[in-house]
């Protein structure tokens, strides 16, 4: 993993949190994180053959591309949470290595691992409890701090098949007893998305069954009786895989804590507008669901019907009438808004009987118009 060439011989650089424990894990890690017993902007600015690509100086903390890969390199950091739930304050750069592991979340995020010995530093038991499965925090206060790890031990708990230990455990149930909702919802968002689309049944089970949905709205919310993971596994290809998170969090039926992409906003607001549509026919489930996004209908799928939705994805969405404006012109009728309620009837048909050819689509076309 050399990706800075370093002639540093003062011990003063590991890799730190994430990267560390996927390593151990065997997992593929998704960013590379340093820190710097010291001034890491300061070390920075020494490192010859790198890129500086942006510095944030209250956080001591720099991005460098080294090697061609982009590197965070922190300052070692003490800080204090001077709002409960929202980014905490630093209050000393430059700590010691030992200090700057105590103020993270779980054991097994405060490994270090020395960047040139390659010996790995092991202030809280992070090592044993990666090997028996095991998330713990490091003191009793940190999901008060900050209630997102409640989100992120869910998170971990699924990608690695891990478990909170019974006193995390109780100290989680503690703070749902007695929610601060004055928290950083963007973060609390942050981490239900990276969370969710994962796709995992174990997850919403988990969700609401310990009731950590209360982070998230205020009213109560029972579990709905779908394998929702199967079903997502099922239609995967209709999906875009960062809505997935979406599909799971609409059960809690009210996300109004939460700021939503226009596109999230429309898939809700389209099921909201669609599940009190009585739907007899399947004319009327292919008006409800046409072009509607796919996240929609599998939404309504679980808190509705599950039928009407899986009728469409599979047989209605691919009806399509044949007919133009064009061929309705070349029957002799004039451009009106008639046009569209004769295309309705003929796509109605075509709901009873998707054999129907063009030429019965004409045939219908000019019963419609006494041709
Ligand atoms: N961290 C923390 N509390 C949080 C978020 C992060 O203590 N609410 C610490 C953890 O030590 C974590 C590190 O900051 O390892 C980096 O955070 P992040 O990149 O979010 O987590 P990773 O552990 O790298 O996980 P991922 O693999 O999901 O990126």
Known sequence: MEIINLNDTENKLFYIGGVVRDEILGQKSFDIDLTYVGNAIEFAKTLE???????NEPFGTVRIKANGREVDIASTRKEIYERPGHLPTVTEIGCSLKDDVLRRDFTINALAKNYNTGEIIDYTGGLEDIKSKTLKVLHDNSFVEDPTRIIRALKFAVRFNFSLDEHSK?????????INYDMSFKRVKKELTETFNLNSQRAYDEFIEAG???LV?????????????????????????SNIWLIYLATIGDLSKLELTKEEKKILDDFESIKNI?????????????????????????????IPAINYIENLKNIKIEITGED????????????????????EAKCYNSNLTKQDEIMIAKEYFDI
């Open 212 to 214: 950590i949905y209360k």
């Open 170 to 178: 109780k100290l989680r149930d503690d703070y749902l007893k007695n």
């Open 217 to 241: 709205t205020e009213k109560e919310v029972k579990k709905q009786n779908i394998n929702i993971e199967n079903l997502i596994n099922k239609y995967k290809s209709l999906i875009n895989p």
């Open 278 to 306: 009585e739907l007899n026919t399947d004319f009327d489930t292919y008006k409800a669901f046409e072009n509607k996004h796919p996240e929609t209908i599998l939404i309504y799928g679980i808190l509705k019907d599950l």
């Open 49 to 55: 053959g790198i890129e500086i690509l942006k510095i």
């Open 328 to 347: 309705l012109q070349k029957l002799g009728v004039k451009p009106s808004p008639k046009y569209k309620e004769c295309f309705d009837k003929i796509l």
